[in-house]
């Protein structure tokens, strides 16, 4: 990826691999920067806890995203720190009114701290509370309308809390509003027989690749990143499957895929 010029128009990049101000992990990501774009992608926000925002946090991102200058920002729309502690997952928010102000709230102070827009993406779940009023597409074009802020749309994670959840994904697709998705996310999930997990160690499996034409039929050109974090593959499976996703865009759009 260093020696020559990235095989990929962008990349994202992990936040939180990236806080302390100098080191190896920074001059890398600034090498790649000058190449091409990057979207800083966070773990660790917590939008949806309510343990009070984490301003040292907030502040490391700040510095972060004022020396790489990225294309993008995003986090989860998810909670998995209470109490100070951090539980390292991306926990589901209960879809209700009283979670919905709150995350919104949030959001506003976030991209105030930031001075930029972000984006919130759908993660993968496993379990859903009973109290949930709305679905969750409802719930994410709602935070995105009211804080004013963008959409990464996972369409792996749709597909596998859809069958986790027995909802359609279709209706997902649906059910977002078109203006505020800004980016996607392609990945493999596994198998698990009685529901199926994110693992992000294989290729984007066919049925998650139907679901994105519909997602380019109903959002068009949107920025598709491949996320693949274990059993990492040779290069050139990676960066193929990242052709795929231009391709099927293209086929979609009606266009020519660029650089083919
Ligand atoms: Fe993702």
Redesign the pocket.
Known sequence: MLTGQPPVDWMEAVSENYLAPGGRPVAVLEKVRREVPVALHGVSLAIGSTDPLDRPYLAALRALVDRIEPAIVSDHLCWGRHGGRYAHDLWPLPFTEEALSHVVERVERVQETLGRQVLL?NVSSYVAFRESTMSEWEFIGAVARRADCGI?L?V??IYVSARNHGFAAADYIAGVPADRVAQF?L?GHSDKGAYLFDSHDAKVPEAVWDLYRMAVARFGQVPSLI?WDDKIPELEVLVGESRRAASIEAEVLGRRAVGS
Do not use: I, M, V
């Open positions: 993406e990464l996972d792996n994670n996310h990945a996320e």
